[in-house]
């Protein structure tokens, strides 16, 4: 067969260039077609074998009728990743480039879906002829000849460890900026709660005078009932005397006289007058001490994570009453609470909101040189679409725009060490916008005042499409 490729064409064509005239017999005809045709196969195939070996991917093709599935092509590719002349693997089975050991699970899969006539697609660890290992992501698909028999696999690769390295860093990157945020908002909580308790302490001494008003009440109301209470026994003792002597017959003038006497000692109609006023005044004292700390209890309540209705109305007056002690010689506070809904909150926290914003705006008035009888707190509460809003203005020096951009700035503060650390609005706004899915503005005049407006979805967290950044404006 060699003989002919080789020679006939040249005998054709030296008999075509020597003899013109003397025509190629029908034979010869016939093997110069034969030959030219298989030339122009041959060169098809060379110039494909060319883009295979220019290909980066990796092509393997085997003999799926031998045993161990021999390998009879592959690209360059394949020889060269693998660091091997090409044919030191030509004949050889998948596991000289993918070692049973490293690959067990993958190649009994793969085994299995081309006996069974389908594709597989897998990743293996390739060894190369160093010993040194890589991953590769495989596509093989069976060869069918025309009966339906598998015949060949052919495998085509490419190295992916640089891809799989890039997504193992990815991972750890996903993995760490995960932990960071976890570690944020821990330490988010934590400083909350810090300033929380801070804020209770330093409420603790002012409800503490706040009580001390009305036990003082309660005090004087208790003192003047027992001195009261002896004077009335005084009387009893009188009356009873009174009912002996005029029982045992003594003259009826003589016995009055003596009563009435008595009665005047004890000022009996001064104790008919004051005795309920006492009353009055004691459980006045004592429902206020009760509502004080009722207050302070509901103010201070453990925070559960969880957020359920609240009444913001209830909750601004019980602020105001815990914080009375905070503004009470600085300002007079007026609240237009107005008709809202509930709002599913965490009260707690949004105590801790207005409780910032209330002490803020008691300092602002203090730092203007008003005092109580000209310093005006007004807060307001009103309806809006799906939301409410709560706004509080004080009359106090007003923010410098230089400031309005970083009063919500952790530890930005204009405040000596002692009266304010900077978390207050920090923790505001993080309340208010991360927890809350509210919003929150401050509009400032210097020498005239500020207002902070807060805005709060009705249904929590959960319905605020888009928590909004807090603005200074
Ligand atoms: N109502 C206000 N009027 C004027 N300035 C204000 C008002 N509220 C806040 N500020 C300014 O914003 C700064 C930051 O307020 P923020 O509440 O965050 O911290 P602070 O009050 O200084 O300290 P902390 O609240 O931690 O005790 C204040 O120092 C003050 O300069
Ligand atoms: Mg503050």
Redesign the pocket.
């Known amino acids: 067969m060699r003989f002919v490729m080789k020679t006939l064409p040249n005998v054709a064509e030296h008999r075509c260039e020597k003899d013109r005239l003397d025509p190629l017999s029908p034979l010869e005809e016939l093997l110069a077609a034969e030959i030219t045709e298989r030339r122009r196969l041959r060169r098809e195939l060379d110039v494909r074998n060319c883009a295979l070996d220019a290909a980066a991917t990796h092509i393997i093709i085997g003999d799926a009728t031998r045993p161990g599935w021999p390998v009879v092509y592959m690209n360059r590719a394949v020889a060269r990743d693998f660091g091997y002349e090409p044919h030191e693997l030509l004949g050889k089975g998948p596991s000289a480039f993918f070692p049973n050991d490293l690959n067990q699970v993958q190649l009994e899969g793969i085994t299995r879906a081309l006996s069974d006539g389908r594709e597989a697609r897998t990743e293996m660890r390739g060894r190369r002829k160093d010993g040194t290992t890589f991953w590769m992501g495989l596509f093989i698909a069976p060869v069918k000849d025309a009966s339906g028999g598998i015949t060949h696999y052919v495998g085509v690769g490419a190295d992916i460890t640089a891809r799989l390295e890039q997504e193992r860093t990815q991972r750890q990157l996903q993995d760490q900026l995960y932990s960071e945020m976890q570690e944020r908002e821990r330490m988010a909580i934590e400083l909350r709660l810090a ?1 929380k308790l801070e804020s209770v302490g330093r409420l603790a001494a002012g409800v503490a005078h706040e009580i001390n008003t009305p036990i003082q009440y309660v005090g004087d109301g208790v003192a003047f009932l027992e001195s009261a209470h002896a004077d009335q026994e005084r009387l009893i003792a009188a009356y009873r005397d009174a009912f002996f002597r005029l029982g045992s017959g003594e003259p009826a003038a003589s016995v009055l006289e003596a009563v009435r006497n008595a009665e005047q000692e004890v000022d009996l109609e001064f104790l008919r007058v004051e005795i309920p006023k006492a009353f009055v005044r004691t459980l006045e004292g004592v429902g206020r001490v009760a509502s004080i700390v009722r207050a302070m209890k509901e103010f201070a309540h453990p925070d559960a994570n969880a957020q359920s209705p609240a009444d913001l109305n209830h909750a601004i007056e019980t602020t105001l009453l815990v914080a009375h002690n905070e503004y009470k010689y600085s300002a007079q506070v007026e609240a237009k609470l107005g008709s809202i809904p509930e709002v599913i909150c965490n009260v707690g926290e949004l105590n801790q909101v207005l409780l ?2 209330i ?3 008691a ?2 008035i203090q ?1 203007s040189g008003k005092d109580a009888s000209t310093g005006r707190i007004t807060i307001t509460s009103t309806a809006a679409r799906d939301g409410v809003v709560i706004s509080i203005a ?1 009359n ?4 410098p725009d230089e ?1 309005l951009e970083k ?2 700035d952790p530890f ?4 000596p060490v002692g ?8 923790i ?1 706004r993080s309340i208010v916008a991360e927890k809350h899915g509210g919003s929150l503005e401050a509009r ?1 005049t210097v020498g005239v ?2 207002r ?1 407006t807060i805005r709060l979805p009705i249904n929590g967290r959960a319905s605020a499409t888009q928590p909004k950044a807090p603005r200074a404006a």
């Open positions: 300033q910032n914003l002490v803020n705006a300092h602002a730092d004080d106090g020096c007003g923010i400031n009063i919500f930005f503060t204009t405040k009266r304010g650390t900077g978390q207050g609005l920090a505001v400032s005042g500020t902070f």
